[in-house]
């Protein structure tokens, strides 16, 4: 019989976290103690007659270097795929179990290392139902569920850094200021990219989609949920009448500035508990599916990786800095501050600059180029802004390139350098943004070598 030229499996892992988890993504801990909606690690793996890729989408707002690089070299040893060949991403749900810290959301041990065994088993199962497939690239343009939360105020705002007590430019979410907007302050990718994947005989194997909408977060704080992300892949599954075996993703794009809390027009959406979260996710997936009569299919897709490690400088603060912050430490009860005091952000912060101070002067970052066929995706470790993944698309192939951020490290909030100088919430350092100003530049400018280096450019 002769070898198929392509094939694709794919497969869905439950790992909800049990109640009692911890929960991060906000500036404190949260405890799980309501399971709304079941979160998973989704697997898809595709293959041609050289080499195989793999991609998974995990219901979890952050995942760091150390965490997946165990990940990747124990689904090496089981089916063989070579880490570099890997591409494990966060959705960025905020209401998912612990696995980084971030800020004072600690890590939930036990959940980390239960998350570890149940990644692998669903790229173990993935490599394991794989079957002669074709693949599509799609794309259709939805600009209205997504918004700058960065904003410029009237002439006498003061947005005061409480990293460096000066006045920052900008206003990230300006809950109870909304009357002192002027306008949003950056231009945003509405674009939602696609790679959808069907067996030769015609059934739906999955579906991968990209959007570039930070998260919704309609939800009680202790709530476990896959966000809007979850409602998209479900609402899919349905509107293709996939089987069973069918399996949804939705990765976050370059988002660091976009969200959808609407400051201007507060009665935009329903405000009922997941209500945003479902009406967002199902017109998306009604959109996707809308267009897939357009796409063009290939039965013989060609893959390929380009990988690279760039060295990047890390932001710390000066000696000087350093003393202040640790005296501030040295005088706050961690465990009786609370949100919306007066010092709130000052006391989170110092204890940011005193952990900072011990990283190395420079990390190394991941960036990662998957081809597949006529189509390319990129991934980047971070939280990016539009701004970057706007130039990418404009040089990657047109309708067929997106960006899939929070993969294969997590290091924050990587703004471009002309951002960092207006401040705001993205930009404030921390260990959730501690790059260099110049480091945004170096990696869109590796990853658009990738491009041109394999012929896409």
């Keep these: 019989m002769e070898k198929a030229p392509f094939k694709a499996g794919t497969s869905q892992v439950d790992i909800t976290p049990p109640l009692g988890t911890v929960i991060n993504g906000e500036f404190r801990c949260r405890y799980a103690n309501k399971i709304a909606d079941p979160l998973y690690a989704k697997a898809l793996v595709l293959q041609d007659t050289a080499s195989a890729l793999l991609i998974v989408m995990v219901d979890i707002c952050a995942m760091r270097r150390d965490f997946l690089d165990e990940v990747k070299k124990l689904i090496h040893q089981a089916t063989g795929i070579p880490p570099h ?202 959109a996707v599916v809308d267009s897939i009569g357009r796409l063009e299919w290939e039965t013989a897709p060609v893959l390929n990786v380009y990988y690279t490690e760039l060295t990047v400088g890390i932001r710390k603060p000066t000696a000087a800095e350093f003393a202040k912050a640790e005296q501030r430490v040295g005088a706050t009860d961690y465990e009786a501050i609370a949100f919306g005091e007066p010092d709130f952000f000052q006391q989170v912060y110092a204890r940011e600059q005193v952990l900072l101070a011990a990283y190395p002067d420079e990390a190394s970052f991941p960036v990662q180029r998957f081809r597949i066929g006529q189509g390319v995706i990129g991934a980047l470790g971070g939280e990016f802004f539009s701004e970057t993944g706007l130039k990418l698309k404009a040089v990657g192939p047109k309708g067929k390139y997106f960006t899939i951020c929070l993969a294969n490290d997590y290091v924050g909030y990587v703004p471009p350098a002309h951002e960092l100088e207006r401040g705001g919430y993205e930009c404030w350092r921390c260990r959730t943004s501690c790059l260099a100003a110049d480091a945004e530049e170096k990696i869109r400018g590796v990853l658009v070598q990738q491009l041109a280096n394999h012929g896409v450019v």
């Excluded at 991968?208 to 998260?215: D, G, I, P, R, T």
């Excluded at 479900?234 to 500035?257: H, I, P, Q, Y």
Aim: hydrophobic share 40%; glycine share 10%; aromatic share 10%.
């Design 85 to 286: 060949h890997q591409l494990i991403a966060s959705t960025h749900t905020h209401s998912a179990g612990s696995v980084a810290d971030l800020l004072m959301g600690h890590i939930d041990w036990a959940y980390r290392k239960r998350l570890l065994g149940l990644i692998v088993q669903a790229a173990k199962m993935a490599f394991a139902s794989l079957r002669p497939a074709r693949i599509a690239w799609g794309s259709v343009d939805q600009p209205q569920h997504l918004l700058c939360r960065r904003y410029q105020m009237d002439a006498d705002y003061q947005a005061v850094n409480p990293v460096t007590g000066a006045l920052d430019a900008v206003k990230t979410n300006p809950f109870g200021d909304e009357h002192r907007i002027v306008g949003p302050t950056t231009k945003l990718d509405s674009g939602l990219g696609y790679l959808a994947v069907r067996g030769t005989d015609g059934q739906w194997i999955s579906l991968l989609a990209n959007y570039s909408l930070h998260y919704v977060g309609d939800c009680e704080r202790g709530t476990i949920s896959a966000d809007y992300f979850g409602y998209f892949s479900r609402s899919v599954a349905k509107r293709l009448e996939a089987d069973g075996g069918f399996v949804g993703m939705m990765s976050n794009g370059t988002s660091g500035e976009v969200n959808i809390w609407d400051f201007q027009h507060p009665d935009r959406y329903p405000t009922g508990y997941h209500e945003k979260s479902k009406l967002i996710g199902e017109e998306l997936a009604a």
